[in-house]
């Protein structure tokens, strides 16, 4: 057979399969467009259970929907099986329903599953991940737990080797410590001069009066491996603890060690981190998304922390800061009283005001704060055997802070500073008490999982935002809108079948 031959024999077969198609495709939008659920209806008092036909009949007329019932749940609540053969936003169903006299509430049926929960031998004593006044980790892992692309800094002591702490998702850090003597000699206690590039924690214990006249002594905090055991340490592993982030990377940068730190070294190391570039220091290849500060000292922002957070909030990148432990007002603490930072408040096990916390109205958000399991070592003041210890202090809400915020951008990575900061406090849980109030703690306590079904429900960055959320079923199409499109589709189809037949 030539070409001309197949060419000149198309005859009406194509037409009618198209057809058939058209017509499966119709049939197939009109089932998508049917939408289907279940609801659990407690009734109000003086109805009678298991409700009457004539009932659901009505109910379902008034909100366009078909209820058949499923069974008795008992305590005078029905489940429900509802149709619509239309879209049909489900949470406006509910609200309708809730909104009728003979109903008392109308709730979802949802299937559930088990909340992951680590096999980490000390995991029962880490409540503030899944306590009533934890942030609610388990719940939120079932939804996400991280990612690999997630880079968050920490600036503190630095970092040790753990038994519990990755060394893979640990990323060449530098070191920004410079202890200046008063002669102007330029050290720092690892035995190297000034800054350099190793990030590890030799240990910052002095003997008293080192600091100062009356200053006393002081073993080794390993207080940035502690902050670190917190946001990172290696989940399900059946040993020691849990992190609240699986995944995310650990850009560590020690800024602190004897005697403190230079507010001018702290300045230069958030540069770096952010990926911003420091007078002869190589560039930072790993910038970070997130900068945790489990710092402050006592003093208002000033002008040069707040133009160099300023450049690093450009920049897209998260700051996290505790707010203090001296039990005053977070305003006479920096970094925490800084413009554009998160500032991170201390909760106790009961969901109260830690006793030591900072609040005031700089304060963003609340988290565990008190005896709160973490890495830790055994050394007095040279690095020993790895530990574990409890710590209190708003630098170990911090970091529980940031781990949330690094689940956040593992979950949409695309959002903005402003989006990540608005969920974060949206799905933030009330104050269980008048220890705190949103004008002193924040917008309440952290919830993990909350935050996280709060970014899912912002529209995209680029949407435009005006509208809201548009909820999928909003967005299927009629079947009707279908129907017009096979009629157009099955003329062209017909067109060109009169066309073959010319030829």
Not at 411 to 436: I, K, M, N, Y
Request: net charge negative; glycine share 10%.
């Amino acid at each position: 057979m030539t070409d001309l031959e197949m060419t000149a024999r198309p005859g009406p077969w194509p037409g009618r399969v198209l057809l058939c198609f058209l017509l499966l495709t119709v049939f197939a939008s009109s089932a998508w467009a049917q939408q289907q659920g279940r609801v659990m209806v407690v009734w109000a008092a003086g109805v009678s259970t298991p409700p009457s036909a004539e009932l659901l009949a009505e109910l379902g007329a008034v909100n366009g929907v078909a209820f058949t019932p499923v069974r008795e749940l008992g305590g005078g609540i029905t489940l429900l099986a509802w149709r619509a053969d239309t879209a049909l936003d489900s949470a406006l169903l509910l609200a309708r329903l809730q909104e009728d006299p003979r109903v008392e509430a109308a709730q979802a049926d949802a299937r559930r599953s088990l909340q992951f929960v680590p096999n980490d031998t000390d995991y029962a004593d880490q409540w503030h991940l899944f306590e009533a006044a934890g942030i609610r980790a388990p719940a939120a892992w079932d939804l996400q737990r991280g990612s690999a692309a997630v880079v968050v800094a920490v600036l503190d002591t630095g970092i040790l080797p753990h038994e519990d702490i990755d060394p893979a998702r640990i990323l060449p850090g530098y070191d920004f410590y410079d202890l200046t003597d008063a002669l102007g000699n330029s050290h720092d206690n690892d035995g190297e001069p000034g800054w350099d590039d190793d990030p590890i924690d030799p240990g910052d214990a002095v003997l008293a009066g080192e600091c100062g006249p009356g200053k006393p002594a002081e073993n080794s905090s390993w207080h940035g491996l502690a902050v670190s055991g917190v946001f990172m340490a290696t989940t399900d592993n059946a040993l020691g603890i849990a992190g609240v982030d699986h995944r995310a990377r650990l850009l560590p940068i020690r800024v602190f060690g004897k005697c403190g730190a230079w507010s001018s070294d702290i300045f230069v190391a958030l540069r770096w981190a952010a990926g911003l570039a420091v007078s002869g220091v190589p560039a930072n290849p790993n910038p970070a998304r997130i900068i945790n500060l489990s710092l402050s000292y006592e003093a208002a922002c000033g002008v040069a922390e707040q133009r160099i957070i300023d450049e690093i909030l450009a920049r897209g990148v998260l700051i996290v800061a505790a707010g203090g432990n001296d039990g005053g007002d977070v305003a006479n603490v920096s970094p925490a009283s800084c413009n554009g930072v998160i500032t991170v408040a201390a909760s106790d096990r009961a969901g109260a005001r830690a006793a030591f916390s900072d609040v005031g109205a700089a304060v963003d958000i609340t988290a565990p704060g008190v005896s709160i399991l973490t890495t830790y070592n055994l050394g007095a003041t040279d690095p020993a055997a790895d530990w574990y210890a409890f710590a209190s202090g708003t630098s170990f809400s911090t970091p529980q802070v940031s781990a949330v915020l690094a689940l956040l951008r593992a979950d949409r990575p695309e959002a903005t500073v402003s989006q990540l900061r608005q969920a974060l406090q949206a799905g933030a849980r009330p104050f269980p008490d008048s220890s705190c109030n949103t004008s002193i703690c924040g917008a309440g306590l952290l919830d993990a999982e909350g935050a996280i079904l709060a970014l899912r429900a912002l529209p995209p960055p680029d949407s435009g935002g005006g509208g809201g959320c548009v909820q999928a079923a909003e967005s299927r199409p009629e079947a009707l809108w279908w129907l017009g499109l096979a009629w157009v589709l099955y003329r062209l189809a017909r067109r060109n079948d009169c066309a073959g037949r010319r030829v």
